[in-house]
């Protein structure tokens, strides 16, 4: 069987009292599927960084109409867990992110790990608190190193950011 | 100097630093939305604590179950401040509790063993569900 089974999904506006809940159906969902603690803990870890990513790069509440909310996604097939994510970005933001996974995904699992240090190490936090490694976190946790994107317009101003991979 | 003692959330950590001991630990969960306001007050009092600590023994236990990226860079900060207390003639040990299939938390472990001077212990915590 290789068929995707969807686990979870969830649109709306994200915030840590709405990840709390996502953590902790997915901890009831992972151990109904009889998975071991060690890999609850690492969808949920990575779950952490996907849906704070999410509430760091939500636009103003202007572009929060239904259409333009965020949304994540897991499902379970063959391979393992693929986890999905959507938010809307500013074209001109589009671009640098375009740019930064592509250079994520040239990068081999020791120059990623490199790169995390450098990164871990650099002192930088952004305004609203992020570290500016979650897009790093979740390549290292992927089973093949790639994360998968694509950009849709939505108006003239925004596009929808689609981020998905497999781990 | 007293002592600092923050409750957990089910975002945030438990941080007990206990001067006169010379025991501090943080544990439980690091994911705030905003790492900056946790962690500043945190690093703050850490700071003051190394200016006036003299021969004293420290140890510092991180016992987490989950932290994200942004909260990776205040541990790092935390450790960078333990690091100038030894270098001021204090004897600093990291005490780094994961569990045993954690292999991710053990390797962040490392990650911090390998960018900081300091002495680390890793300490195999039992699964207690």
Redo the contacts between chains.
Sequence with gaps: MTDKQLLYAYNGEM??PV??KILSTIQTKLSALGE???VV??V??IL??CC?NL?YHAKDKDTLKEDFFPSVSIYKDAGGYRISTRNVVAGEDAQKLEAYLAKLNAFSPEELKNF??ER??D???SA???????L??MIR?SKDGKLVYRFDPVNEQYLMFTLSFLM | MNPLRIAPT??TPTVNFIPDEGKFEISGNS???????FYSPVLDWLRRFCAEAKNQKITLDFNF??F???????I??ILRILQDCQKNGNECLVRWHY?E????MQEAGE?YR??IDLNFEFVVRE?T?
């Design positions: 915030s840590n990840l709390n071991k603690r060690n803990k690492n949920n870890t952490i960084e704070q509430i995390y240090k871990l190490t002192g930088k936090i609203k608190g992020g570290g500016g490694l979650g790093l976190n946790a | 089910d975002e994911y705030p939305e905003n790492s900056t306001k179950d989950y994200n990226t942004s909260s990776a860079k205040y790092l900060e569990l299939e954690d292999t991710d990650d390998d960018s699964d569900l």
